[in-house]
């Protein structure tokens, strides 16, 4: 499951914030996953909630927010709307996403001794 392995990483980061903070517990994760990174969002809570055993995270809520797509045009910066043509109205050059395919660890809350 491709979700588990980003939870994996995830927590990973997290203890190593943690140790570097000397942090004894973790109470919240915020997360950005854009919608499309190919993250499916309820699998990935259900693998946190189970990989979170016995690590630093394991009282730790898992917030997710999720990032919708949104697209620019890499000359003008003008944005391209969804479900038109993915090219930019004004030059004609064709749009790069500018949004919505991160996986970012946004926030963690941390308890520290
Ligand atoms: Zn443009």
Known sequence: MHEYSIV???VDR????????HATAV??????????????????????AIFRDRTICESADLE????PARWECPDCGGVVGPGTMLRCVRCG???RLAAGDEIVLDRIEMEVA
């Not at 994760?29 to 946190?48: C, H, K, M, N, P």
């Open 64 to 67: 997710v927010q999720s990032v």
């Open 93 to 95: 050059a064709p749009a």
């Open 14 to 21: 997290v203890a190593a914030e943690a140790r570097a903070r």
């Open 8 to 10: 994996e990483a995830l």
């Open 27 to 48: 109470h919240r994760l915020s997360v950005r996953i854009g919608e499309l990174s190919g993250v499916d969002v309820g699998l990935l809570t259900t693998a946190f």
